[in-house]
């Protein structure tokens, strides 16, 4: 199985400054055939199920501001915040879905 | 607009079954992936398994002894039922959809139902 780490588990940001969230998995999630990495994010409000926001690495969700961006490739993922805002605070996932079981980070929690 | 929504009873007893259903509404389920997602209070999120609407299946190893998830087209539905629960099993369960392929992400969540196992 693969499994799914995050780091850092919580981290505190002024409004407007930079959050870098990391997600590493036990092995690659890039199917080479397509080149496309198999590496989901989602943030997570209090009371709220999960939201997608990034799909293959680093593919922007329809109506997702686009302070949200992720990157990386393989094993080593990042999703990047790059101005907060008030409405960013949230639990964010990292979810591998190349090969079941489908597994999810452990979680970062973004506060300001 | 897509929309699911989780139903069934909020409290079981431990060594008893669970059982869920998830209505799904704003597009068929033929052709998608659908998936249970559980999350127990204030931990992480933990995939159950999903079906396809051919009635293929697929379970997380760590609960496949236990689930059983079904599909219903013609009321545009899907169950979950998971046996033998403990304290353990205590959770919000999402039902999620995923896409035409099963190697998706999941693009549209339920509100999720909190099903406590308790006596």
């Known amino acids: 199985d693969i499994v799914m780490t995050q780091s850092p588990d919580s981290l505190a940001v002024s409004l407007g400054e930079r959050a870098t969230i990391n997600c590493k998995s036990s092995?690659?999630?890039?199917?080479?055939?397509?080149?496309?990495?198999?590496l989901a994010w989602y943030q997570q409000k209090p009371g709220q199920p999960p939201k997608l926001l990034i799909s293959w690495a680093s593919s922007r969700e329809s109506g997702v501001p686009d302070r949200f961006s992720g990157s990386g490739s393989g094993t080593d993922f990042t999703l990047t915040i790059s101005s907060l805002q008030a409405e960013d605070v949230a639990v964010y996932y990292c979810q591998q879905y190349y090969t079941p079981p489908f597994a999810f980070g452990p979680g970062t929690r973004v506060d300001v | 607009q897509v929309q699911l929504q989780e139903s069934g009873p909020g409290l079981v007893k431990p060594s008893e079954t669970l059982s869920l259903t998830c209505a799904v509404s704003?597009?068929?389920?033929?052709?998608?992936?659908l998936s249970w997602i559980r999350q127990p209070p204030g931990e992480g999120l933990e995939w159950i398994g999903y079906?396809?609407?051919?009635?293929?299946?697929n379970y997380n190893p760590s609960l496949k002894s236990r689930v059983t998830i079904s599909i219903d087209t013609s009321k545009n539905q899907f169950s979950l039922k998971l046996s033998s629960v403990t304290a353990a099993d205590t959770a919000v369960y999402y039902c999620?959809?995923?896409?035409?392929?099963?190697?998706?992400?999941?693009?549209?969540w339920g509100q999720g139902a909190l099903v406590t196992v308790s006596s």
């Open positions: 999620a959809r995923g896409g035409s392929d099963y190697d998706t992400p999941f693009d549209y």
């Open positions: 704003g597009a068929s389920i033929r052709s998608y992936h």
């Open positions: 079906i396809y609407y051919s009635g293929s299946t």
């Open positions: 092995r690659s999630v890039l199917y080479y055939s397509n080149n496309k990495n198999y």
